[in-house]
């Protein structure tokens, strides 16, 4: 097995980009969702309500987050310095920072409501919460773990079963596997990823984003591929797509890098 591509998320649900090196850091993948729109009470917006969030392209610029808004042009995002207390999930997480300048200004012109910018800064500490995980493993504004891997093989599965829909895109990872059979993923528990070694935590349960077309924003009006990949990827947990994992150390992943997989009784 090996590394197949690789993602990562500037701003969560935004749209994601593409590279062939993904260095970890003490929350994950550097820069991954480590901005988020939130609306006036701190909660965080994501394509679950407003799919077309997916339309503005995230890019770094020597570490300077620049967004494409459409309609709106490129601006650049940085941190301010005003404090506030927001939520993902069940989580209250104190100390994030709201954005400086125009661009939460011309996403909210764009989507039509007001909305926020805000930045973890290297001081918060949110933990990822799973009855097997010993520690604290930090975790930026992703739902819930630093890490989502996926199975190419898994997805020519699903594409086999309903045609045109084998874009690993709507399922938003940030580790793409080759060389492992379908669905081969739900085993994984420990796995060298190159020189980075990941826990293998819990199945991730899909949503109504995945109904996102990715280059339009539009949603299937009929749920696909959450429809048919409900047929057989059902469980009492939810619709089965991909692993969340944690990075037991910080490293490099590359395309290409040998993907093993490790006795967790080690």
């Not at 917006?45 to 890019?59: D, E, G, M, W």
């Not at 909305?115 to 290297?122: D, G, H, I, N, T």
């Not at 996926?150 to 895109?169: C, E, F, I, N, W």
């Not at 709507?170 to 085993?187: L, T």
Request: charged share 20%; proline share 6%; glycine share 10%.
């Amino acid at each position: 097995m090996k590394i197949r591509s690789l993602f990562y998320y500037p701003v969560k649900s935004l749209a994601g980009i593409a590279t062939d090196t993904l260095t970890l850091d003490r929350f994950g993948p550097s820069y991954d969702r480590r901005w988020m729109l939130v609306d006036g009470q701190g909660q965080f917006v994501s394509q679950r309500r407003y799919p077309s969030l997916v339309r503005i392209k995230p890019a770094l610029r020597d570490g300077q987050l620049m967004l494409d808004i459409p309609g709106h042009g490129t601006l650049a995002v940085t941190q301010g310095t005003r404090e506030r207390e927001v939520t993902v999930w069940r989580d209250q997480v104190a100390g994030a920072l709201e954005a400086s300048g125009s661009a939460a200004d011309a996403i909210s012109a764009f989507l039509g409501c007001p909305v926020s910018l805000v930045y973890m800064p290297e001081t918060v500490t949110r933990p990822a919460r799973h009855e097997s995980l010993a520690g604290t493993h930090p975790v930026s504004f992703a739902d819930g773990f630093p890490l989502l891997v996926t199975s190419q093989a898994s997805l020519d599965d699903l594409a086999s079963r309903l045609p045109g829909y084998g874009d690993m895109r709507r399922f938003r990872p940030n580790v793409v596997i080759e060389g492992a059979g379908a669905w081969a993923e739900d085993q994984w528990q420990v796995m060298g990823l190159g020189d980075v070694r990941v826990r293998m935590v819990k199945p991730c349960s899909r949503c109504i984003m995945t109904t996102v077309d990715p280059d339009t924003g539009d949603r299937s009006p009929i749920g696909e591929p959450l429809k048919t990949l409900a047929s057989f990827r059902r469980t009492s947990d939810g619709v089965m797509f991909g692993v969340n994992g944690v990075h037991e150390n910080t490293g490099t992943l590359r395309v290409g890098n040998p993907v093993t997989l490790i006795d967790s009784e080690e």
